[in-house]
């Protein structure tokens, strides 16, 4: 009782009588609390929405349901390719976070799984930005401010519903990183060293991100030694996985986006080529008004406070380059997961840095809080709103989507569309039409927005293995068609 009194006496200021200051920390801690279980509800309610409403697709649900069900069944974080060929999806990604949803798995065998778990834990980590933010600024009001900032923000919201692509593990590095961030900040590095180890299995760019915060542990903490070391095993996980993982894993032996940073060499040697042969062509891949729409809509909100901790702003900087050099409009959105390696360190630098501003941090942050809500017209809850009616059972394509799937073996070799290829990816084999490697069953939608409106070209294909005396239609409705081979 004594520390908790002690504690809300700092947070609310030395004129506050202790009792007030008690009762006022109490009840913004369960303000917090509580707006972090709502926000998980809302979030999973919703992702449950937007699955049952078939607007998931193969990619990128369906490739990470798969590989967390092989992994279940003895195969190591195996997908099949759109072709239908078998590769360790580390070929991909540097993600072997994803096989640590196996064992849940066994308990609920289910891509929802995925879907709710990425929203729980998103929306898990206002709890560290609440505690840093509590802690470095001494104002239970800012604490609260700067939580509300976290949940309401809309690469946060991105993150926590990834809206019709399914989730991605790097998407559970939003959270890993700020409890990250919030161990480090307390000197306590066992669990740091355990988060820090979890973010970096999302993805291959997120161990040098943690690494950085190594630069400002040895500057801001006067840990040198620790700091070193931090920097030292970041940057050397990340350029492992770049040079050794990916490329042992990928058929091509090469990341299969190269072709995205193919302006500025795609590889790694030859970007590394390139930064010294033609360092203008990075200026030429970055400079474009999307691009800097992006930028700004990641740090306008937050009142330039990052730019007081530019150490912890540093941290940024990997995952920021790599969007913005890309050639993929996708990856300079904020709807979607490509923010998940920046979002942390902004909201860290951000709270870190209203503390260096010198002024009452409950008003900045109050200020920072009204920014963010602006934003909230691009959130995710309302294109899912309007999926509600599509998941309705007695909604007649809802109703013929869940016809053709039950026609279909739980082990039977598949080829799909696109979109309805994401709800039969728990198995070992599955293609994307109009590729049948080894398949002996088709499951076709023609509105499928895969093929980009070009129903001619959906149509010659479907007319191929409709007049085939080895393949006969078992299902058809509303577009919809299943096909057996005989």
Not at 219 to 226: K, P
Not at 259 to 284: E, K, N
Not at 469 to 477: D, G, M, N, Q, T
Request: glycine residues 6%; neutral net charge; proline residues 6%.
């Amino acid at each position: 009782m004594a520390t908790e009194l002690s504690v809300a006496e700092g947070a609310l200021g030395r004129t506050a009588s202790p009792v007030s200051a008690l009762r006022e920390a109490t009840l913004t801690r369960r303000v917090v609390y509580s707006a972090m279980v709502v926000y998980a509800l809302l979030f999973a309610a919703a992702a449950v929405v937007v699955y049952l409403s078939f607007q998931e697709q193969r990619l990128d649900l369906g490739d990470m349901a798969q590989a967390v069900w092989s992994t279940a069944h003895g195969h190591f974080l195996q997908v099949t390719t759109p072709s239908g060929h078998e590769v360790v999806r580390l070929g991909l990604h540097a993600d072997p976070f994803l096989a640590l949803f196996a064992p849940l798995w066994w308990l609920w065998p289910s891509p929802l799984l995925l879907l709710v778990v990425q929203a729980v834990a998103v929306a898990s980590g206002v709890l560290p930005v609440y505690w840093l933010a509590r802690k470095h600024l001494a104002s239970e009001r800012a604490a609260a401010h700067f939580a509300f900032i976290y949940l309401l923000f809309p690469a946060t919201q991105y993150n926590a519903l990834t809206d019709k692509t399914g989730p991605h593990p790097v998407s559970f590095a939003v959270p890993l990183i700020l409890y990250a961030i919030w161990f480090l900040y307390t000197d306590r590095l066992l669990p740091f060293a355990v988060m820090a180890l979890l973010a970096a299995s999302t993805k291959e760019e997120i161990p040098i991100a943690i690494g950085c915060l190594g630069i400002w542990y040895a500057v801001r903490r006067g840990r040198r030694v620790a700091g070193a070391v931090i920097f030292a095993l970041g940057t050397v996980a990340t350029l492992v996985d770049l040079l050794l993982v990916i490329p042992h894993y990928s058929p091509t032996g090469h990341s299969p986006f190269a072709g995205r940073y193919a302006g500025i060499g795609g590889t790694p040697r030859g970007i590394a080529h390139t930064l010294v042969s033609d360092p203008l062509a990075f200026a030429h891949a970055v400079a474009s008004w999307h691009k800097l729409v992006f930028v700004l809509l990641l740090f306008i909100p937050f009142l330039g406070l990052w730019a007081l901790e530019p150490l912890i702003l540093l941290c940024a900087i990997p995952e920021l380059a790599v969007d913005l050099l890309s050639s993929e409009p996708l990856q300079t959105q904020i709807q979607g997961h490509y923010t998940a390696g920046i979002l942390p360190f902004v909201l860290a630098a951000t709270v870190l840095g209203t503390a260096r501003l010198g002024r009452d941090p409950a008003r900045v942050s109050f200020y920072a809080l009204a920014a963010v809500a602006l934003l909230m017209v691009v959130s995710p809850l309302i294109p899912a709103g309007a999926d509600l009616a599509d998941a309705q059972p007695s909604n007649p394509a809802h109703e013929a989507k869940s016809g053709a799937l039950a026609a279909v073996p739980d082990d039977a070799r598949v080829a799909a569309s696109q979109e309805i290829a994401g709800y039969l990816s728990e198995r070992r084999f599955i293609s994307i039409f109009p590729f049948t490697h080894g398949a002996r069953w088709i499951v076709v939608d023609e509105r499928d927005t895969s093929y980009g409106g070009d129903e001619a070209r959906f149509r010659r294909n479907m007319r191929r293995y409709e007049h085939d005396p080895r393949w006969r239609e078992v299902y058809s409705a509303r577009g919809i068609a299943v096909l057996r081979k005989r």
